[in-house]
């Protein structure tokens, strides 16, 4: 999830006196201080649900429902690429979705290994920019993206680029990668996140340089 900030509570219709968040507080939990969202949308799976929680399949379609468009995608993608769902029930997930929300469908691909690599995936689309992911180089290693045949881009975080000995790998790496000729792009996580524009406009600068 890109904003797991809020307390997502499913309801049933028949629960009015509860709707209105601050009612749903004051009755569910006094103890949180969270923004809650409540759902009153149809379980499609109620058997399912166990106490305290609804089922992983409409917690993911409620999640798309509550997301952005990319937002949504992103969790997609980690659902596939972590073996939660399979393709056929994540097809499922669109049957039980109005129609808007299917062409997001055909953005997924759960081969990201993580939200912002989906979310730059998404990005280089926009750009029009040619892309493979998860690319194995001689003397290099596997990279995120290797756009247009040029650039690396490596989707860097906290948890796995933290440290001197990591970053110490990380730059004998892109010496490799020079040498092959490659450019590397190693935007943060928080910034593909966060601040997306100040990506994109990172890679349109890298492009337009190249065409120059």
Known sequence: MLDADALHVHLLRTMSRLRSPDDARRTLDARTRRGLVLHWWPLSRPREVLVGQVGLFDAVVQAVRCQTPRAAVATLDSVLHLGILTWDEVRDVFTHLPARYRPLLRLVDGIAESGPETLVRLMLRQLGLRYEAQVEIAGVGRVDFVVE????????????????????????????????GFVTLRPLAEDVMYRPEEVLDALRGLARGRRR
């Open 149 to 180: 045949g040029w650039l690396i881009i490596e989707c860097d975080s906290k948890e796995f680029h933290e440290g001197w000995a990591k970053q110490r790998r990380d730059r004998k790496r892109d010496l490799a990668a020079a040498r092959l």
